[in-house]
């Protein structure tokens, strides 16, 4: 997906997302429960603070 699209689902410009992508701007944290679920992964996998890319059982609090 191009940073564009991405851009597009989240709401912002493809500028910012670029800085998001580049670590010179932080990410909001809604933006990396977002990513982490269109990706079904973890957002401590999208922090590489993992390298276990299997999302963690989701609970149906939204």
């Known amino acids: 997906m191009s940073q ?3 851009a597009k689902l989240l709401g ?3 500028q910012t997302y670029s800085r ?3 670590h010179t701007t932080e990410i909001p944290l809604e ?3 977002f990513l982490a ?3 079904d992964t973890s957002v401590d ?3 590489e603070i993992t390298n276990h ?3 963690y059982p989701r609970n149906n609090v939204k």
């Open 45 to 47: 996998y999208l922090l």
């Open 31 to 33: 933006f990396l429960i």
């Open 4 to 6: 564009a699209e991405m």
């Open 37 to 39: 679920n269109y990706y």
């Open 12 to 14: 912002c410009s493809q």
């Open 20 to 22: 998001y992508e580049s």
């Open 53 to 55: 890319d299997e999302a």
